[in-house]
């Protein structure tokens, strides 16, 4: 039994490697075409991608720029010169008998990604190098049979192998989820996990605290989501713990990931560098670029998370609406631009403040939790704009602003929405004379008598009756803030 007392003697160490595949219309040596999503197996794939004899590879120049782009994202140095390796081994979803990919000398460079934590705190994970890489094809077991398709044989990847910095499962979660959102935000993947176009080796190692040496690592092969990214790191730690704590050693060892059993399960013994036998590729020449170059392709990327963090903790932000703004862009992306409606009125911070919110408690409400909801052609700026008007005006309350709010997000056309909301009876009365007759009726009224009292004798709670009084008397018209305001002068 593994107890809390027992795992706080030790360090949890990790280190991920990501592929990310990256949105080129074609492969990485080969003009077939990219996206294999809903394909027949085999069915988009070259003579190259086969590596029947004699096909020579043409290097994919989107892919470099696309890998450029990612560096920015990564705050890497990009090399000026970089080449490419073959790595040997053997495996029926690799035909050729080597992977194309760059060993010696990777396109990304040094960089560091800033992980933002639930608490406020940041945990900066060093980048070691980003390289260029063909993907291999894919097997597809069948009882006790396998079949190969070859679909995502020369995807163009980059692999981020980041170094060990990240010391808990909850840090190895929030550092995946952020080179989701860096490398969506680039725009250099489609980000479609479900298809694997991004992917986590997590290599996790355990060591008694103040070790001076880590322990042998473990590496938890092909995880494509950011809770199975948690939970197979922390479900690792215990193993090994366990295995250490009955005295034995940990075995240097890739394994799978069972999502139904929540568990991993050995796969074979983790080889060095040494045993792919690198060697520099004769057929692609190196790619050379120039520091002009560079920067004109860096300068098409756009605002990227930590861009956007800052200038909406500028408008009193903090985490949960943050994250949940930037995790909509990405969501929404194609349909609506989420983040770019609250960029148009920033200049004005309370009104920036309101849409931001609005967004995150209605906006992306209504998104996520009614499936029948489509997003429309209205401006929905312009109609959150004229929310916030309305209720800052005290002319609409807030939940009367949420049902306007949903009829008017359905429609095709935008009407006035002050018109529509006063038709609709939505408006609420602030005029002090029409109200304060209301109020009087209420406080003479005999069933008032005792909340009265109470109200007079300092029991401030009752006060919530005598205004649920007047707003039914009011239609739910009333103004609360004045009418509270009213009974109180009275009483």
């Known amino acids: 039994m593994i107890t809390d007392e027992i795992l ?87 035909p050729k008998g080597y992977q194309t990919t760059q060993m010696y000398q990777p396109i990304i460079g040094v960089g560091v990604v800033h992980v933002p934590m639930e608490d406020g705190s940041i945990v900066d994970v060093r980048i070691h190098h980003a390289h260029l890489e063909e993907d291999a094809g894919k097997l597809i077991h069948n009882g006790n049979y396998s079949l190969v398709d070859l679909n995502r044989a020369g995807t163009p990847l980059i692999e981020i192998v980041s170094e060990p910095d990240i010391h808990s499962s909850a840090a190895a979660k929030a550092y995946a989820s952020e080179l989701y959102r860096l490398m969506t935000y680039a725009g250099v993947t489609n980000g479609d996990l479900y298809h694997g176009n991004m992917r986590f080796d997590v290599n996790v190692s355990v060591a008694l605290k103040g070790a001076d040496k880590l322990g042998l690592r473990a590496e938890v092969k092909n995880l494509n989501s950011f809770r199975s990214v948690e939970r197979a790191a922390e479900y690792e730690f215990r193993r090994q713990i366990e295995i250490v704590e009955g005295g034995n050693q940990v075995i240097q060892e890739t394994r799978g990931w069972d999502e139904a059993k929540q568990k991993t399960s050995s796969q074979r013994s983790k080889e060095d560098a040494q045993d792919y036998r690198y ?45 949940t703004l930037l995790d909509a862009e990405n969501e929404f992306r194609g349909q609506i631009n989420i983040l770019k409606m609250i960029e148009d009125v920033v200049s004005d911070t309370k009104k ?130 004045l009418v509270q305001k009213l009974i109180r002068e009275r009483i």
């Not at 756009?302 to 963090?309: E, F, I, K, T, Y």
Request: proline fraction near 6%; hydrophobic fraction near 45%.
């Open 8 to 94: 706080a003697k030790y360090d949890m160490t990790i280190g991920i490697e990501c592929h990310v595949q990256l949105a080129t219309k074609t492969k990485l040596f080969s003009g077939a075409d990219n996206d294999a999503r809903d394909k027949s197996p085999n069915s988009v794939v070259s003579p190259i991608d086969f590596a029947l004899p004699g096909m020579l590879p043409v290097l994919n120049r989107g892919a470099v720029d696309l890998a450029i782009k990612a560096g920015k994202a990564l705050n890497s140095s990009i090399a000026h010169v970089s080449r490419f390796d073959r790595k040997h081994y053997f495996y029926p979803d690799l």
């Open 279 to 323: 060697m520099p590729d004769a057929d692609i020449p190196p790619i050379v670029l120039t520091d002009s170059e560079i920067a004109e392709i860096q300068a098409t990327v756009p605002r990227l998370p930590g861009q956007w963090r800052f200038i909406l903790r500028q408008l009193g932000l903090e985490y949960l609406p943050i994250e």
């Open 352 to 481: 920036a403040k309101f849409i931001a919110n609005w967004t995150v408690n209605n906006f992306i409400t209504l998104l996520r939790g009614e499936p029948t909801f489509k997003i429309g052609s209205i401006d929905y700026l312009a109609l959150e704009v004229a929310i916030y008007e309305l209720t800052d005006a005290n002319k609409l309350s807030s939940t009367n602003a949420k049902i306007l709010f949903r009829e008017l997000a359905v429609m095709e056309t935008l009407p006035d929405v002050e018109k529509y909301a006063t038709d609709k009876g939505y408006i609420q009365v602030s005029d002090e004379g029409s109200i304060a007759v209301i109020v009087d009726e209420v406080l003479a009224d005999p069933l008032s008598a005792k909340a009265v009292e109470d109200l007079k004798n300092g029991n401030d709670k009752v006060i919530g009756f005598l205004v649920g009084q007047v707003m039914k008397k009011s239609g739910g018209k009333a103004n609360p803030a």
